[in-house]
């Protein structure tokens, strides 16, 4: 998985959550939206960001603000 980022959306983004994922492989977390309308503007920016973004994937910050 290090050539491909790994995103996991959750519904939590705690700094013990955070450093758990990243041992397990994940490089960024996504907080998901609690209202549905919420969450599809979150995961269409979200796709957007991927097809129109930089060529690589951005450096993980490690503050737990990753994709927000």
């Known amino acids: 998985t290090n050539d491909v980022p790994v995103v996991v959306m959750t519904a939590s983004c705690e700094p013990d959550e955070l450093a758990d994922l990243r041992k ?3 490089h960024y977390c996504i907080q ?6 919420a969450f599809l503007d979150t995961v269409s920016k979200l796709g957007l960001y991927w097809i129109l ?3 690589g994937a ?5 503050d737990g603000n990753e994709g927000r």
């Open 24 to 26: 397990s492989g994940i």
């Open 58 to 62: 951005p450096t993980p910050s490690g």
């Open 53 to 55: 973004g930089s060529a």
């Open 32 to 37: 998901k939206p609690l209202q549905f309308a």
